[in-house]
């Protein structure tokens, strides 16, 4: 089903092949450990792969969701929001309807890692409705030491509802 979607000039769709170099670059400046150009490849060329992005002009995209689904389960294995970009809306808008098309492809449980420090995502998720099942201690290393990683999952608000 194409459900591409574009209100006041912003578009959400589906990631393409195209979209790499873009994604690779938002990647670089927001993590330490970035997906490159060749990882992204890889990651895009597997069945399980669920990608979506977010332009506003239609072009390219300020914000990705990059996603791997196994039956009725899927990871979020990494989103961005390009530098210049952020504060506005846009990974809400564009997770909010990434989760949405995933519970319609039968998806009942998301789940991703983020570090305690990261405040920014810490806020996005619980915002989206993501609750912490775990806790992974020394997970992700700083210049300072280490830092712990929460397990977050999330499930379409009308599970379990009759
Ligand atoms: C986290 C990230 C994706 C948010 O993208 P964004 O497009 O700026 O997010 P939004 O504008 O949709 O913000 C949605 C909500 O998230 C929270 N949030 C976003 N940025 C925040 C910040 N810098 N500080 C505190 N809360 C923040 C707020 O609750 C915000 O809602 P509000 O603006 O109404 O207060 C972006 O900061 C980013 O790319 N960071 C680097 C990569 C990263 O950490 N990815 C997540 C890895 S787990």
Redesign the pocket.
């Given at each position: 089903m194409n459900r591409d979607i574009m209100t006041k000039q912003i578009m959400i769709r589906g990631l393409t092949e195209a979209d790499l170099d873009a994604v690779a670059d938002?990647?670089a400046?927001?993590?330490a450990h970035p997906l490159r150009h060749v990882d992204l490849v890889v990651l895009h060329a597997r069945p399980a792969f669920r990608g979506f992005v977010l332009s506003p002009d239609g072009g390219m995209p300020?914000?990705y969701a990059l996603f791997l689904k196994a039956g009725d389960m899927a990871d979020?294995v990494?989103?961005?929001?390009?530098?210049t970009?952020?504060?506005?809306?846009?990974?809400?808008?564009?997770?909010g309807e990434s989760l949405h098309r995933l519970a319609v492809d039968k998806v009942t449980e998301v789940t991703?890692?983020?570090?305690v420090d990261?405040?920014?995502?810490?806020?996005?998720?619980?915002?989206l409705g993501f609750g912490e099942v775990a806790r992974r201690r020394n997970y992700y290393r700083r210049p300072h030491g280490r830092v712990d990683a929460l397990v977050l999952q999330w499930r379409p608000a009308w599970q379990g509802s009759a």
């Amino acid at each position: 089903m194409n459900r591409d979607i574009m209100t006041k000039q912003i578009m959400i769709r589906g990631l393409t092949e195209a979209d790499l170099d873009a994604v690779a670059d938002i990647e670089a400046v927001s993590f330490a450990h970035p997906l490159r150009h060749v990882d992204l490849v890889v990651l895009h060329a597997r069945p399980a792969f669920r990608g979506f992005v977010l332009s506003p002009d239609g072009g390219m995209p300020a914000s990705y969701a990059l996603f791997l689904k196994a039956g009725d389960m899927a990871d979020l294995v990494s989103t961005g929001t390009a530098a210049t970009a952020r504060r506005r809306g846009f990974a809400s808008r564009l997770l909010g309807e990434s989760l949405h098309r995933l519970a319609v492809d039968k998806v009942t449980e998301v789940t991703l890692e983020v570090a305690v420090d990261n405040v920014a995502a810490l806020a996005l998720y619980a915002e989206l409705g993501f609750g912490e099942v775990a806790r992974r201690r020394n997970y992700y290393r700083r210049p300072h030491g280490r830092v712990d990683a929460l397990v977050l999952q999330w499930r379409p608000a009308w599970q379990g509802s009759a």
